[in-house]
């Protein structure tokens, strides 16, 4: 049973241009989740999805980011005109179901020159 | 919302040392979480530990819902065990990560 899956590894933009991240989730787990983590800190919640629906977006910025998991498909995590903040690991969790044991991908790594 | 503490910070040992971990949490919570991230970034699963103790191999972890603490036990430590250990906990649907403690394991 493969593991979450994630691509790209590491991704380079420029200021101003989109980032497009990608999460496959583990065979038979329909929730999906995004954490991003800064240099040197811990792991920050962003989104909750499952199938064609965002749960919870409490952790999302309100501006330039957006996340969704179609019917067929991976789950996107889209950033629009890149800033050099957010440069940082993006990894993507999946689940079962909501009250269980996340497990994490490997992360991709974005940095904004 | 839910804080997560965890102590040391940083932690230096020669390898065929014990450690314990703690990880604090201010709320009860339906699930808890260690993980190891290693030094070329992935988190790798540890224990998924709402309450009591489970071992695998040299770790075992310990969480005590009711005083909201859980502690990782790591004996024997070898080189490959160095990274950070994260403590999350879930309130409502997400993980609430704590800061971490950074395990520097020399030979």
């Known amino acids: 049973n493969a593991g979450v899956m994630q691509n790209p590894r590491h991704l380079v933009r420029r200021r101003g241009q989109e980032a497009r991240l990608r999460c496959s989730p583990m065979k038979g787990h329909s929730h999906v989740y995004w954490y991003r983590q800064l240099p040197e800190e811990g792991l920050k919640f962003m989104v909750y999805?499952?199938?064609?629906?965002?749960?919870?977006e409490s952790g999302m910025p309100k501006e330039r980011f957006s996340a969704e998991f179609p019917k067929e498909g991976p789950s996107i995590l889209r950033i629009q005109q890149v800033v050099r903040g957010d440069s940082a690991a993006y990894f993507c969790?999946?689940?079962?179901?909501?009250?269980?044991?996340?497990?994490f991908g490997p992360g991709t790594r974005l940095t904004v020159t | 919302g839910i804080q997560v503490e965890q102590s040391p910070p940083d932690l230096i040992l020669q390898e065929g040392a014990n450690s314990t971990l703690r990880c604090n949490f201010s709320?009860?919570?339906?699930?808890l979480q260690w993980f190891h991230q290693n030094p070329w970034g992935q988190l790798i699963n540890l224990f998924y530990?709402?309450?009591g103790t489970k071992q695998n191999g040299r770790l075992s972890a310990t969480t005590v819902a009711t005083e909201r603490y859980s502690l990782l036990y790591i004996s024997s430590s070898q080189t490959t065990d160095s990274g950070v250990y994260f403590c999350?906990?879930?309130?409502?649907?997400?993980?609430?990560f704590g800061q971490g403690t950074r395990l520097t394991i020399n030979p």
């Open positions: 999805l499952q199938k064609e629906n965002i749960i919870d």
């Open positions: 999350a906990v879930r309130g409502a649907q997400k993980l609430v």
């Open positions: 709320d009860s919570v339906n699930n």
């Open positions: 969790a999946s689940s079962p179901w909501a009250a269980y044991e996340q497990y």
């Open positions: 530990i709402p309450s």
